[in-house]
């Protein structure tokens, strides 16, 4: 089910925490809302969530053209996963995952007999088969998030909403469960946006990535796109290491580089009508890429990357000239 | 014991726990067990039978039992007010709460009196509805909740407060409406703190002496409550008596207490 935003406003007190935010979440897709701190991107899942309403006389917000902007949480059908899971601590993991099915008033709630299926099913989906008897405290991270999933799909959600879904993780589970997300989301087919401020998450994960600052969309596009056509100095800046390179055509905007986007010739093949005289500065070349810092000429530095090959075969060493290239590089005027 | 331990200091830190313990709770009690052991067991039974002190513990312990529940509902209130929302005058309304630990009990008894006398501000109101505030086994339940409620209230607050919004949120979105949502989500988690807040309630209010004396009458058979009877029985120095009368009521205390105990266990979902 598609969710389309609709010019929302949101402030708190003097505070704008969204600015007139429009965005499209097709159908089936896997959306990321990625961001720094403070770019509104939560408070905008709230509000799809319909945790917290957007100022009064704004937009609108509608679940495959159906308006719900003034809908409660309850009533929206949506699978909300919590940062910290919120998972409920005095009952079991079967309970939890129930309980979206148990509050329904009677005239709606499955017999019991359907329910218990439907939890076994689930606790299936999410591979916890045989936990169900135990409580949260007895569950490692990975698993509590993966019971917080299947609590929030219990209801057959319209869409799954997802806030900063590993963060609380270590860096190997969260490995594990990005890829194991993108499985189960291409699997069930079901539309989840999610947010994250993790842009290699974003990248990796995505269909689809709304970048965020400022309480602003700066882009939106498929990663590959956002990543090589950024439309602005924030979205370069935010999706990776960049260098910012000032040169006298306009000083005012610098051109952006990404590290690896930079080539390194001899100083004797420079080409004076792209090239840069630099030396090298720092090499770090343990690793399968050579990380190099560069002083141009005018005194700025340059981060480059060099595979250990192309290293090898220009043979550089702290202190020698080379000419530097910059591909690729973006100017915002 | 040769076992090497992570936490060092247990020696010490347990032989100042056994000695401390001794000399301030162990020794008194003994003494007065000792002492009360100076009658018989048919004299046991005859004090502790007789009609007076059974009225009094009947009065104590029912007072006891009824303002802990009416400060239980009363501070979980009041703990969800100051937890919940921001309101100007929130931190001196918190400060108030404590007022009743650090108030004399005579105080309180006499203020409470005062107020609560047929002719008092609230009295007179309870007295054209035909109740009868101070001077009365209601009386009792008054400065006994008056007492009682600050333990609620502390006791709940800080698990509401590291409970968060996002239990209630979480539970809203699955579709459970306000109430399934106090009762399913909310109370379980608060119920171990409901529990101890009660228990010191009740305790305290079991032993209190200073505001009682003051706002009850002290009727015998009809208003007064068990510490006192003690009090009147040393100043006729029959010391045996009020020890025995002491004796039993700890017994008695202890047994509520460690049955509340149990109870804790069992509905804690944290020990289950």
């Known amino acids: ?333 | 014991m040769g076992k090497k331990r992570v936490i060092p200091g247990f020696g010490l830190s347990f032989g100042i726990t056994v000695f401390w313990l001794g000399i301030i709770i162990l020794i008194p009690l003994s003494a007065l067990f000792i002492k009360a052991a100076g009658l018989g067991p048919g004299e046991w039974w005859k004090i502790l039978t007789s009609a007076r002190v059974l009225a009094a513990a009947k009065l104590t312990f029912g007072a006891s039992a009824a303002a802990a529940a009416v400060s239980t509902v009363l501070g979980l209130l009041v703990a969800w007010v100051l937890v919940r929302y921001q309101f100007p005058g929130r931190r001196i309304l918190d400060a108030i709460v404590d007022l009743p630990f650090a108030l004399p009990t005579a105080v309180a008894g006499i203020t409470l009196t005062s107020i609560y006398a047929p002719t008092g501000w609230i009295g007179k109101y309870l007295a054209d509805m035909g109740i009868q505030g101070a001077y009365s086994p209601f009386g009792v339940f008054i400065a006994l909740t008056f007492i009682g409620f600050p333990f609620v209230v502390r006791t709940v607050q800080p698990v509401m407060e590291d409970m968060g919004l996002e239990l209630e949120e979480a539970s809203a979105i699955l579709g459970a409406g306000r109430w399934t949502t106090f009762r399913r989500v909310i109370f379980p988690v608060l119920i171990p703190a409901l529990i101890t807040g009660f228990t010191l309630a009740f305790a305290r209010a079991i032993g209190e002496y200073g505001s009682v004396i003051f706002i009850s009458g002290n009727l015998p058979m009809k208003t007064e409550i068990l510490p006192l009877l003690i009090v009147a029985q040393l100043e006729q120095v029959k010391y045996e008596a009020a020890a025995v009368i002491a004796s039993g009521m700890l017994l008695v205390s202890f047994f509520l207490l460690f049955l509340i105990n149990l109870l804790q266990r069992r509905l804690n979902w944290q020990t289950r």
């Open chain 1, 1 to 333: 089910m598609s969710i389309s935003i609709q010019s929302i406003r949101k402030t708190f007190g003097s505070y704008t925490a969204l600015d007139n935010i429009s965005l499209e979440v097709p159908d089936g897709s896997l959306t990321a809302l990625l961001g720094p701190s403070g770019s509104g991107k939560t408070t905008l899942l709230r509000i799809v969530a319909g945790l917290e309403f957007a100022d009064p006389g704004s937009g609108r917000v509608l679940f495959h053209g159906e308006d719900v902007t003034d809908v409660q949480a309850g009533q929206r059908g949506v699978g909300f996963v919590f940062q910290h899971y919120a998972l409920f601590k005095h009952m079991t993991v079967a309970e939890n995952i129930a309980f979206g099915l148990t509050v329904l008033p009677s005239s709606k709630r499955p017999p019991k007999k359907d329910i218990d299926d439907r939890v076994n099913e689930l606790l299936g989906l999410v591979k916890l088969d045989g936990l169900g008897k135990r409580r949260p405290h007895e569950l490692s991270g990975g698993q509590r998030q993966r019971v917080a999933l299947a609590r929030a799909l219990a209801i057959r959600p319209k869409v799954l909403l997802l806030d900063e879904p590993f963060g609380a993780l270590d860096a190997q589970v969260r490995k594990d469960l990005r890829r194991w997300l993108r499985i189960f989301h291409d699997e069930i087919g079901l539309t989840t946006l999610f947010v994250t401020h993790d842009q290699e998450e974003a990248l990796e994960l995505a269909d689809q990535v709304v970048v965020m600052a400022n309480s602003r969309i700066e882009q939106v596009g498929p990663p590959q796109q956002v990543y090589d056509h950024p439309e602005t100095p924030f979205v370069i800046r935010f999706l990776g290491n960049v260098n910012a390179i000032k040169d006298s055509r306009n000083p005012e905007a610098p051109i952006y580089v990404r590290p690896h986007d930079v080539s390194i010739l001899f100083a004797a093949e420079a080409d004076p009508a792209t090239d840069r005289l630099a030396r090298v500065q720092h090499l770090f070349a343990a690793g399968p890429v050579a990380k190099l810092s560069l002083r141009l000429d005018d005194g700025q530095f340059l981060d480059a990357e060099l595979s250990r090959q192309q290293l090898d075969e220009l043979g550089l060493d702290v202190g020698d000239p080379v000419a530097v290239r910059m591909q690729g590089a973006s100017r915002f005027e």
